[in-house]
């Protein structure tokens, strides 16, 4: 069975066409001139970001029937279910309450939350007043969060984000990858006596996660004095975080050092439970709670400003629109802030594995795309590499620029401005690009020939006219990072109701960890059916572990 299409679904279809027949036909420099109000029409403030969406192809009329379409997908009303813990994630029938661990008062299970965050704290502290001690009795130096996915991409994105607030008591380190190299590279550099690992998995069932938190208790074990009695070291060494309780308790870890997380929290929206340890280890539970306040900011944003000026409606209505009348197919997101550079990463898994789905929430396939490939890196790194398909490839892609006004680094001021300038430069020259006239005036001036004139100006010719959304933010903070962070949850979140999909679940990703058991069998020697390629690769390996 095939769900409705769009223009099923929506009756503001055809007047959507019309309004893409007559913006197409505009240049979006020119939006500017005819109108001198547009960047206060279409720009909007929320919880100390300011996002400038002038640079689309949008105006007053578009915005208004941008409106109607979410009234027709009924966003108000999913909004709410999602702030009150309605069954939004219904095919693992759960609420998707992440709101809730940054809310002041949280909707749901408030003594446990409060709880746990109370004993986040009282972990933090000890670690940095020097009270939480290794098997030798030395203090914690180093801290290594293991785990994978939301366990890992979100934590690791906030604490190298949050880099200038680091208080400066322990050193953070991730690990994820299953590939030895990942930890041994680590370990190598460490100082066991002095190190805490911290098995960070929802499900306490990851391969990845396992495998590495093995290892690493196996290392430490090589040089930690009889493993046993309460102070032994993996009680000393090593906490867990995890919904699973009983099996982090199984691997050997003190129940002291199991900080628990529920089942409403999704993996990939988990860095605001206790999931974010190692970024309050890094700048500190008062920090960590300024993180909170800040997406809780954005949330209260999202909840009640009107669609019209509401942050994260606008990005997701934008997108949809690219998406479904434009044609497009990827999303560019570009920091211009080093410490953000773990940021398109980051949003990869919090937007492709929430909308990258095939089915409506019905169950019927889609006759639509859902999700579109979300890329990007810092800047302006990107400049010199995939920039040039953003600005003459075949593709239009719309692009979020990220920037930050003030740098942390002091006296730098010329260095930050060229920063600022690039990325501004970058996103002027998508909507302008470079004229005909421009090009052969220019090679004109250089003294080059009528017919190297007419050979060269095609190539350096630049079409411009592509999107762009420009998000500002004075600095950087603890604050201004949360609300980043929840804009684009919630970003997700709408694009999922205009697309009627389940953002929440991620059956897709079960297939690859089933599939790995049976080629692990056989890559240990087991004789397992396999396809050609895969069991042409298996007989190289086992030639070479047999020396053939
Ligand atoms: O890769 C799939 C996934 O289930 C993600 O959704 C999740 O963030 C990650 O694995 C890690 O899961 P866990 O925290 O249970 O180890």
Known sequence: MTAPTLAQRYACWPALQQHHQRLAACALQALFTQDPQRVEKFSVEAAGLRLDYSKNFIDTDLLAALVGLSQQADLSRAINDLFNGAMVNHTEKRAALHTA??????????AAVNGTFARMADMVHKVHVGEWRGYSNETITDVVNIGIGGSDLGPQMATHALKPFHTGHVRLHFVSNVDPSCLQDLLSHLNPARTLFIVASKSFTTLETLQNAQAARHWLQQFAPGDAGENHATARHFVAVSSAVNKAQAFGIAADNILPMWDWVGGRYSLWSAIGLPIALAIGMEQFNALRA????????????????NMPAILGLLGFWYQHFWHTTSHVVLPYDHYLRYFPDYLQQLDMESNGKRVARSGEALPYHSGPVIWGSVGTNGQHSFHQLLHQGTHMIPADFILTLQSHQKDCGEQHRHLLANGLAQSQALMCGKSRETV???????????????FLAPHKVIKGNRPSN???????TPATLGALVALYEHKVYVQSVLWDINPF????????????????????????????????????????????
Do not use: C
Not at 101 to 110: G, N, T
Not at 294 to 309: N, T, V, W
Not at 470 to 476: A, G, K
């Open 101 to 110: 661990l940054r809310s002041p008062q949280p909707v749901i299970e408030a």
């Open 294 to 309: 800040g997406a809780h900011a954005m949330d209260e944003h999202f909840r009640h400003a009107p669609i019209a000026g």
């Open 440 to 454: 052969e005036a220019e090679l004109r001036a250089q003294g080059l020939a009528d017919n190297e004139i007419a």
């Open 470 to 476: 420009l998000i500002t933010i004075d600095q950087l």
């Open 505 to 548: 679940d991620q059956w897709g990703v079960e297939l690859g960890k089933q599939l790995s058991g049976p080629i692990y069998a056989a890559l240990e020697g087991s004789d397992t059916a396999l396809d050609g390629s895969t069991a042409t690769t298996i007989g190289r390996y086992h030639a070479l572990h047999s020396g053939k």
